[in-house]
């Protein structure tokens, strides 16, 4: 079966880094791009950064550009979203996604990923 597993979330201060991991099965992962994609109570699901597997090309959400890394390790079908410089509006659930698209099609286009991991939840206090 498909299955896509975040973890990595938790509790950190402003200023602090966290690492997130998403473990992929049950697909061909180099035919797919990846996604990482948050949550907030009240605020529309946005992505914040993908990958293309195949030939490792990255796309980031302004808003977390130069502070968070996307990489992949295709072996071990695992992609990573290293997060450093958190702030408080960082604070949300976070989500990995697979889908047959390219790098680029990352904000505003979650609605064109097809897998979805269960979310981990990552909270920076002040």
């Known amino acids: 079966e498909v299955q896509l597993v975040e973890s990595g979330g938790g509790l950190v201060q402003a200023g602090g880094s966290l690492r997130l991991s998403c473990a992929a099965s049950?697909?061909?992962?180099?035919?797919?791009?990846i996604g990482w994609f948050r949550q907030a109570p009240g605020k529309e699901r946005e992505g914040v950064a993908c990958i293309d597997n195949d030939i490792g090309s990255t796309y980031y959400a302004d808003s977390v550009s130069g502070r968070f890394t996307i990489s992949n390790d295709n072996a071990n079908m695992t992609v990573y979203l290293q997060m450093n410089s958190l702030k408080p509006e960082d604070t949300a659930v976070y989500y990995c996604?697979?889908?047959?698209?390219?790098?680029?099609?990352?904000?505003?286009?979650?609605?064109?990923?097809?897998?979805w991991g269960q979310g981990t939840p990552v909270t920076v206090s002040s």
């Open positions: 049950g697909f061909t992962f180099e035919d797919h791009t």
């Open positions: 996604a697979a889908g047959v698209v390219g790098y680029y099609q990352c904000t505003g286009y979650d609605r064109e990923y097809i897998y």
